[in-house]
């Protein structure tokens, strides 16, 4: 290792206070290093306790104060007439797939057969529809509490 390395390897230590027994042992032979850490050690003290970012006043208290004036965080709902209005328009899609220029296409394409996996799938889109809707609305159904009440009794 050279000066510069035993110097960084100085630096890069986080307390200044103490030399690595490498840099003592450097230090034995090198003058140049000898007149140059202490001069750096002397620097970085001088800097010690000053911070980068320093206020004229002690801000905390308004700081902690309009945190605490923050609105806790709200989820997104979805309000009622989207879920009614979509969920209609996915049972009225559902029902008039038949009568569209674009399934009579597919069934000229495919044949009759196609039919069932296409109403399995429709069956799947409306029954994760109803899944969410009532996972979302579990207070209005009366469930919430009775999920709690059975979440309380089984980490008893
Ligand atoms: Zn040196």
Known sequence: MNC?????????????????FLVKIHLLWCGKCRREIPALR????????????????DMSDSIMRSVCKMLPYKRGAVSESKWIISGCILLGSIFLMP???????????FGEFFDIPLTIVMGMAIS?????FAASHLKNFGLRSKIDR??????Q
Do not use: C
């Open 150 to 155: 059975i979440l309380a009794k089984e980490a």
């Open 4 to 20: 510069e390395d035993h110097i960084s390897h100085y630096l890069k230590r986080e307390s200044i206070d103490r030399l690595p």
């Open 99 to 109: 009568f569209n220029n674009s399934m009579q296409w597919v069934r000229d394409s």
């Open 42 to 57: 002397k620097n970085l003290a001088a800097y010690r306790g000053i911070f980068p970012y320093a206020m004229k006043r």
């Open 128 to 132: 994760l529809y109803i899944t969410l």
